[in-house]
């Protein structure tokens, strides 16, 4: 929606710039005539000030702990809605209705089972690979198996590719973990739930019955709807710069599931138990306290704060009480790695130095404890990430192809290199 115009003057040229205003969320200046009104280019290293498309499928208010999916906030869906609910959701605009939701949920599970040829993929890597690289290669092989996800141009083919992706990348998760430990990959079972049927791809074993724990069933759901979607993060931007090409959707999420591997992204919550470990005891946490407190350190708090919230991440509060509903259910007492999180938690919260500077616990600091608890290794928290996250990637990929005028990505540049200059020949050089 267009509002007024910003003006802006360079030398004695000057140029009106309109101004968009969106639903929610600051006024946006619409530059995409600068270099042709003005001939300048604006510089917005990480596009951290930078508005790259629009989108109606997540806001995000980081001052004031907002996160929206479709309208919905985050501690309402998480509360009360099943992941499929919020899968339809981001990829349709609507919650489902009774019978949309049976639809949904059928046509989402008949699409769970991997191309029985796809099982030979895994026998390539070593038994060592992390979990990831398979995920990624994997899910970038999928469109030879399924060619018809080239035609990007058909309603119903971008549909099929969503139902496919988001109901096979449990499986591949799984299957990721199975060949890595030695154990016989667990096929999907028709009569459980979306997170039942992964904790049970994931723990089951052909040699004896296997019963999905309820309360961590649900700790999944959550988990798994907490990091749906999530705006215009790393991975999804590098998805929407994919898909800009008009690469397949395969190719597309194989991208964000590249760019989540990062650290500094997807590998948060990993950071979180490395850091545990490496403080040690709870002895250690003032010392550490006081090392976090000193610039010139380079110790970092991990699990606290977050790049776009500058008040409490509102995803944390409900993994909070996750995390504590997971650690009562499994009975977990005394094992030092989370006693010492607990700790830390606690005294970082009542801290002034963390409280005046709003250094709340964020997501990854409560999922990376879940996980542990459930017994699921560090090597698959990233991976379980992008199982959750394909949803808004698929999402997200959908609303750009059917943007209209959408055009391929190219990001400008500051060049700083050398002038024009003349090639010498070797013997003169």
């Not at 079972?189 to 309360?215: C, G, I």
């Not at 700790?219 to 991975?235: G, K, T, V, Y």
Request: aromatic share 10%; charged share 20%.
């Amino acid at each position: 929606m267009t509002g007024t115009t910003a003006s802006i003057k360079i030398g004695a040229n000057s140029a009106d710039l309109p101004i968009l205003k969106g639903t929610l969320g600051p006024e946006v200046v619409d530059i995409r005539r600068l270099t042709a009104d003005l001939g300048v280019f604006t510089f917005d290293p990480g596009y951290g000030e930078t508005a790259s498309c629009e989108s109606k499928i997540t806001f995000i208010d980081g001052e004031k702990g907002i996160l929206l999916h479709r309208g919905y906030p985050i501690d309402q869906l998480a509360e009360h809605a099943s992941y499929p609910e919020v899968i339809y959701l981001l990829l349709n605009g609507e919650l489902p209705n009774k019978q949309q939701h049976e639809t949904f949920v059928n046509t989402l599970t008949n699409h769970t089972l991997l191309h029985e040829q796809i099982r030979n993929f895994f026998n390539g890597y070593r038994r060592d690979a992390h979990p990831m690289a398979i995920l990624c290669g994997t899910v970038g092989a999928l469109s030879a198996f399924y060619p018809d996800a080239n035609d990007i141009s058909r309603p119903e083919s971008r549909e099929l590719s969503a139902m496919r992706l988001i109901a096979k990348i449990p499986t591949i998760a799984a299957w990721a973990y199975k060949y890595t430990i030695g154990e016989p990959f667990v096929y999907p079972r028709n009569d459980l739930n979306y997170a039942e049927n992964f904790l049970s791809m994931m723990f089951a074993r052909p040699s004896e019955p296997y019963k999905v724990n309820p309360v961590l069933a649900r700790a999944m759901n959550r988990i798994l709807i907490l990091h749906a979607d999530h705006e215009q993060n790393a991975s999804t931007s590098t998805v929407r710069l994919a898909g800009s090409t008009g690469a397949n959707p395969f190719a597309c999420i194989a991208a964000g599931i590249a760019a989540l591997w990062g650290p500094a992204h997807g590998g948060a919550n990993e950071a979180v138990l490395k850091m545990l470990g490496q403080i040690g005891s709870k002895e250690n946490i003032p010392s550490f306290i006081e090392k976090v407190k000193d610039k010139n350190s380079g110790v970092k708090l991990m699990g606290f704060g977050h790049r776009v919230y500058k008040n409490f991440d509102p995803r944390a509060k409900i993994m909070q009480a996750t995390c504590h509903e997971v650690l009562t259910e499994l009975g977990i007492k005394d094992d030092p790695l989370l006693d010492l999180a607990v700790e830390l938690e606690k005294i970082a919260l009542s801290d002034d130095y963390f409280v005046k500077r709003k250094l709340y616990p964020n997501v990854d600091f409560y999922s990376g404890i879940i996980l542990k608890a459930m017994g699921i290794p560090t090597s698959m928290f990233t991976v379980l990430f992008a199982v959750a996250r394909t949803t808004g990637w698929t999402s997200q990929w959908k609303e750009m192809i059917e943007e209209p005028g959408q055009r391929i990505s190219r990001p400008r540049q500051l060049y700083t290199g050398s002038d024009r200059r003349d090639f010498t020949a070797l013997d003169k050089r």
